[in-house]
């Protein structure tokens, strides 16, 4: 999975940013996403699995100049857009790297005082072999008071859900690696929907205060966990 998501992310990488960065209503979602990671000025945040960096300028701009934001992917070729789209920004760092074994807290806690006050993790946790493992392990990465926020797209529950999802289905099938349906031996909405379902659960479980919101019709969850 890991290997076919790097060269699926790695091939479409520009085109991926384009959606990433100008679909209708995303740069709003980022927006929140980024509020609602509670950042301070001069606070440290980590984005993980960062992909061509769309959310680092909200995560910047909450935290500011004197603040710290650090983005990891392991995909090379999404990590250099990244890089080239936060050259000018020296307190922007983006790493390669495992969001599940993530590189923080050695070249990076030089740069800070290793303390992490959020990590944010938007249209990931999907792409993770044990979900709810890797929000364990972010819980326990942020420090007391720090937070955790994932925004994740799922299948709707809203009323007019049905139309909705049956365009979300053919969306996921087409975009998941490796993109051809006759190799799955389940069906990746369903899989996509348990995996976000079991990351959102366990965030909510961990925090001792939670934000859930849902945008674009229903199809993306937005969940803030505040950690004792
Ligand atoms: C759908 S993209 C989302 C990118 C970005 N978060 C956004 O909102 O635009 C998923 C990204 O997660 C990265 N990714 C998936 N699994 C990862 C892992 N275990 N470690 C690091 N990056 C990972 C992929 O390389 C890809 O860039």
């Known amino acids: ?64 100049p004197a603040g710290t934001v650090i983005g990891i992917d392991f995909t090379r070729p999404v990590l250099e857009r990244a890089r080239a789209a936060t050259a000018a920004d020296d307190n922007v760092h983006v790493l390669q790297g495992d969001a ?38 972010w819980c326990d990465l942020v420090g007391p008071d720090g937070t955790v926020v994932l925004a994740n797209a799922a299948r709707s529950e809203a009323w007019y859900a049905p139309p909705v999802n049956a365009v979300f289905r053919a ?4 975009s998941t690696p490796p993109t051809a349906k006759l190799r799955y031996t389940d069906a990746p909405h369903v899989r996509l929907d ?15 205060a939670v934000a859930d919101e849902t945008h674009v019709l229903g199809v993306v969850r937005l969940t803030g966990g505040r950690l004792e």
């Open 1 to 64: 999975m890991a290997e076919s998501a790097q060269e699926f992310y790695g091939r479409w990488a520009r085109l991926y940013d384009l959606i990433a960065r100008e679909t209708p209503g995303i740069a709003r979602l980022r927006r929140r996403a980024a509020a609602a990671c509670r950042l301070e000025p001069g606070d440290t945040v980590v984005e993980m699995g960062c992909g061509t960096g769309a959310n680092l300028p909200y995560l910047r701009e909450q935290v500011g």
């Open 100 to 137: 599940t074994r993530p590189p923080v807290g050695e070249p990076v806690s030089t740069a800070t005082d290793g303390a992490i006050d959020a990590v944010l993790a938007t249209f990931v946790v999907g792409m993770l072999a044990d979900p709810a493992g890797a929000v364990d392990d």
């Open 171 to 174: 969306i996921v099938v087409l």
């Open 194 to 208: 348990e995996k976000i379902d079991a990351a959102h659960a366990r965030l909510r479980e961990r925090a001792v």
